[in-house]
């Protein structure tokens, strides 16, 4: 796929660890301008940035050391529109249900995580979610040691489901857990949509979330 969906947006992509690349040659296809964000510095004059998937508790290590983590914090605060996956839905979460010790997040997204809900590297798999706000076709999303939404506040937006037999958490029995969310300015998924050839939601963030 191909478009310039998103000509004229400059983006940044968080690149201190993640699928950074991934994300840049979507986002790049779809007609944006990308940057790499590795310091406070990158951050000027962004009109949106994407959190990729990756480790999120390297990521919080890593953003803190070298002095990025305010710098993103803020400009969450300020409305910069911002789209987390996978890694990046946890960066984006106030509150991490079960973190590594000292983990922290960013913050801003009104939910509570589960790391690794869905188990582990060989619990991965792929799925076809419904999510009309985004495409009128079902979306193909991979889930690979993915996150998963406990909770979401009013304001939240759920935007797609999995089936909850899916999740370890044995409160997730039955029904279907939040795989993807938005609130305001920010969007997150639990799934890795920059490794499918499905740039639903990409473009989804550079022409209704950016704009």
């Known amino acids: 796929m191909t478009g310039g969906d998103g000509a004229g947006s400059l983006v940044g992509v968080f690149a201190l660890q993640g699928d950074v690349a991934e994300h840049v040659r979507v986002l790049t296809a779809l007609g944006a301008r990308v940057r790499p964000v590795r310091s406070a510095a990158d951050l000027a004059g962004l009109d949106g940035l994407v959190i990729p998937g990756g480790e999120s508790s390297v990521m919080d290590k890593l953003s803190r050391l070298l002095g990025v983590a305010p710098a993103i914090r803020h400009a969450i605060g300020e409305g910069l529109p911002v789209y987390g996956t996978c890694a990046g839905m946890i960066m984006l979460a106030e509150e991490i249900a079960n973190p590594i010790v000292g983990q922290q997040s960013f913050g801003g997204l009104d939910i509570t995580v589960q790391r690794n809900a869905f188990g582990g590297q060989v619990e991965s798999f792929e799925t076809a979610l419904e999510v009309p706000e985004v495409s009128g076709d079902p979306v193909h ?3 690979i040691r993915a996150p998963a939404v406990l909770r979401a506040g009013p304001d939240v937006q759920v935007l797609a ?3 909850a037999s899916r999740s370890e958490n044995p409160e997730h029995s039955s029904g279907e857990v939040p795989v993807a969310v938005r609130q305001g300015r ?3 998924t639990s799934f890795h949509p920059e490794v499918t050839g499905d740039w639903s939601f990409h ?4 022409e209704r979330v950016i704009r």
């Open 161 to 163: 489901s999995a089936p």
């Open 141 to 143: 999303a991979v889930f």
């Open 203 to 206: 473009r989804y963030f550079l």
């Open 186 to 188: 920010l969007l997150a």
